[in-house]
């Protein structure tokens, strides 16, 4: 059994929704540190050019190298188009993309050959999706849809209501009447929204997630390069994470309990407050 | 508009397996409040026979009924054999479970026509996949394979170790020789097992999660039926779910830690501990 490598994992965004990356990665390795940055001070990155964003990833990735991070995860579609698949940076760690796995996934799950991506405006004018797609799988035609406003809603935690069905609707319509049976998720905020976009496409349509997809990829790397942390045996439970921002940590720690999960006072704590309940109780809960 | 329907939705397991279904809801749906039950004094469910399991889950719907919820959820493969699948109990309230969203999905989304589903003992052995699939798809073929100290491993958040990877390995290599294209994780543990699932599978297997195709299924019921909460204009952020449990509270809230998602000292609260970063920091994090 080789020694492992304890050093954390670098996964950076420009915000929030690269939590959904991290949030999958700690569910597959509950044994890693992640060290997250969340570039708030200078995004959403959407409306920059690729030029610039290229240049925040490289500072980015350089700042992740500096905390000795064994690997970074570009968990943020338009960093990973702009400096992984167009035109790619030199980086000082090993550096892993969002685009990629998703791709290889769609292209292997779609039955009719017409897989549809949906992202920001920036990711899907990059053309990096369409670039990838065409060097894994070239006979596979993709249809790709930018979806204005649906970063917004997900932060907003708005996913039901009449009105998000219209927004969804509209925007989804030409990937709808192209007849795509898979549809990529080409953004790390859009897993929040997979009730509602599948509501809107329909069930036949599959729906592949880039958080999950590069998740599973980071997993079988580190296992094949023996990169894997090996469990402490002083730790209580679970790795401890180390998370930063460029910008506002309070608007950061709100949006993050939306995405990393629900807001429950001290689960997980010995002296947690899990409410407890008379029924059949055998042993009562601790308050 | 309609006016909705704010009371909240029933939740159940025989544990905290469940909560990755009530995870997936919070996600999709954040606006719903949940009541969670789990029925840890007398789970797990599945060496339990079905006609226990039955009653069982009669008195748990029962007791969310008296929570005045609008629907119930059987978060639990087991329970939902037995009190579904197999020998459908009179619910008191309109009563899903996990299964038929998962073969559905499987169904779709299989192209040889051959899927496989991976369950504790009980679950397989109870047969509901198979009947289910024969009702919903009865061209598919169905291969079933028990996963013994799969639980276990996901409890104990061992997902990546040479040892889990040779269990897996041994467990899932009948499936493999099968063929299969598509495969149900047909237990709700399974989620946080998918990295090493995906990595002995190979990533051409399909992985379909019951979880997150059950939470779909609610979603595309409660706007279909009009039954959505809306959002209440003075909550601060998201809904406020309740835990029960019928046995020891702070093993649940161990547990739950695991299941829910990451443990962040605060975050989502305004005055959150989120590691300010010196780096490039315009406005410094609160401590």
């Known amino acids: 059994m080789s020694e492992g490598d304890q050093r954390p994992i670098g996964v950076f965004d420009s915000g929030v929704g690269g939590l959904t990356v991290a949030r999958a990665l700690m569910d597959l390795l509950p044994d890693e540190r992640l060290v997250y940055l969340g570039d708030t001070a200078r995004g959403p990155y959407g409306p920059r050019s690729l030029v610039e964003v290229r240049q925040f990833t490289a500072e980015i990735v350089g700042w992740l190298a500096e905390q000795d991070v064994k690997f970074a995860v570009a968990a943020c579609n338009t960093a990973t188009a702009a400096a992984l698949e167009t035109d790619p940076i030199d980086s000082p760690v090993p550096l892993v993309g969002v685009i990629r796995p998703a791709v290889a996934a769609a292209a292997r799950a779609t039955r009719t050959g017409r897989v549809g991506v949906i992202g920001t405006v920036g990711t899907i004018g990059s053309g990096a999706y ?61 897993p929040l ?84 309940s008379v029924w059949l109780t055998q042993e009562e809960a601790t308050a």
């Open 130 to 190: 369409d670039r990838t797609m065409a060097a894994i799988a070239p006979d596979v035609e993709l249809v790709g849809q930018a979806c204005p406003g649906f970063v917004e809603l997900a932060e907003g935690g708005r996913t039901t209501d009449a009105e998000v069905r219209d927004i969804a609707r509209a925007t989804l319509d030409p990937l709808r009447r192209q007849g795509v049976d898979t549809l990529i998720l080409g953004c790390t905020h859009y």
């Open 193 to 276: 929204l997979t009730g509602v976009i599948s509501y809107v496409m329909g069930e036949d349509v599959l729906l592949v997630s880039s958080a999950e997809e590069t998740a599973r990829a980071v997993f079988r790397r580190l296992v094949d390069d023996g990169l894997d942390a090996r469990r402490d045996p002083a730790a209580a439970s679970g790795a401890l994470h180390r998370f930063a921002v460029t910008g506002d940590g309070r608007v950061f720690g709100r949006l993050a309990n939306r995405f990393l999960g629900p807001r429950l006072s001290g689960v997980g704590d010995p002296t947690a407050q899990v409410e407890p």
